[in-house]
């Protein structure tokens, strides 16, 4: 399996305002690889996400599997597409709905696809039993609201995994959870992608997960890639000055990094810019293109 994600751009307009999400985002992910794409809130990681499992077309480019071409801005994503992402969403609270029971939503991506009762149990039954919640006797007919917040994100991967897509997206999969689980369900869903085979692709704004998560790493600000690269190497050594003030802040909420600074948001100008403490006359005056050092890429006049 090979993923390639090709210049995909997306963007919002509303009544007075016009949002980039994404800009020419272009990546690879193989079989089984790992990759993190970290960035603050607004940095457009859902969007990719979402356009993925199909919730969101992009404006342009296109997306591949295996040299196909899936997803494009005049394709309606088919149920057979679709089967090969799978999204964990961020609030589990949220992404349950409360009148089902735990069976219910767990069935549910298999029921809409009109798959044999006998095999949809079956399948029901292996993704509880994945994701630690077993014996799923004792969890099939319970509703979200009688399960923890670490028991309901587990039905949100059982569900999301129940019919072994090729690339699991996990959106901010831990912000949701006590702390003290944190390391239980990235552990999960570690096991679950080296068992099926699957690639992760996990989008998050903490840093500090990261080497446990990614084998690669995509750094976005603004709705592009600013940096990406081999997670240990991004991790020793950041180039991007994005990069290295996230990787700073951790393990300060970010929140606490993000300065009030009004942004330059002019065309021809360096995202980063009005944020960066290395810039230069240069980062003013012209756009740095997503520039190949070694074996990474770094969207930066300084490095
Ligand atoms: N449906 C929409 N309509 C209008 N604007 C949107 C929509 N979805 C996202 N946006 C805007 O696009 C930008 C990127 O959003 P996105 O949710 O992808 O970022 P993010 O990095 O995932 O942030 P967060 O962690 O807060 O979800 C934001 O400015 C957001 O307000």
């Not at 005049?74 to 597409?81: G, N, P, V, Y």
């Not at 004792?138 to 949100?156: D, E, H, I, M, N």
């Not at 690639?199 to 500090?208: E, K």
């Not at 290395?278 to 756009?287: A, G, P, Q, S, T």
Request: glycine content about 6%.
């Amino acid at each position: 399996m090979e993923l390639e994600v090709k210049s995909l751009t997306k963007v919002f307009k509303s009544r007075n305002k016009t949002i980039t999400a994404l800009k020419n985002v272009s990546f690879r992910l193989k079989e089984g690889e790992k990759l993190a794409i970290v960035g603050e809130s607004g940095s457009g990681k859902t969007t990719l996400g979402k356009i993925l499992v199909g919730l969101e077309k992009p404006d342009s480019g296109e997306v591949l599997l295996d040299g196909k071409v899936i997803i494009n801005p005049k394709k309606e994503i088919d149920l057979e597409s679709r089967r090969n992402f799978s999204m964990i969403f961020q609030d589990p609270y949220d992404s349950l709905n409360p009148t089902k029971t735990v069976f219910d939503i767990v069935a549910f991506p298999l029921r809409i696809r009109k798959v044999p009762d006998d095999i949809l149990r079956e399948a029901v039954y292996t993704s509880l039993n994945d994701v630690g919640l077993s014996p799923p006797d004792q969890f099939l007919l319970k509703y979200p609201t009688q399960l923890s917040g670490g028991q309901r994100q587990r039905v949100a991967i059982a569900r999301a995994i129940v019919y072994k897509p090729k690339v699991l997206i996990a959106d901010e999969p831990t912000t949701m959870i006590d702390a003290s689980l944190k390391a239980e369900v990235i552990k999960t869903m570690l096991d679950i992608a080296l068992k099926y085979k699957m690639s992760l692709i996990t989008i998050t704004h903490d840093f500090s997960i990261v080497p446990i998560i990614a084998d690669k790493v995509i750094v976005m600000y603004k709705g592009e890639i600013v940096e990406e690269g081999e997670a240990k190497d991004i991790i020793k050594n950041p180039r991007h000055p994005y990069t290295q003030a996230l990787i700073a802040a951790v393990p300060k909420l970010l929140g606490e990094f993000s300065l009030k600074i009004k942004e330059i948001e002019e065309d021809g100008v360096c995202p980063f810019y009005s944020r960066c403490p290395l810039r230069i006359d240069k980062c003013k005056r012209e756009e740095p293109p997503l520039q190949d050092i070694g074996n990474r890429k770094v969207k930066c006049f300084l490095v």
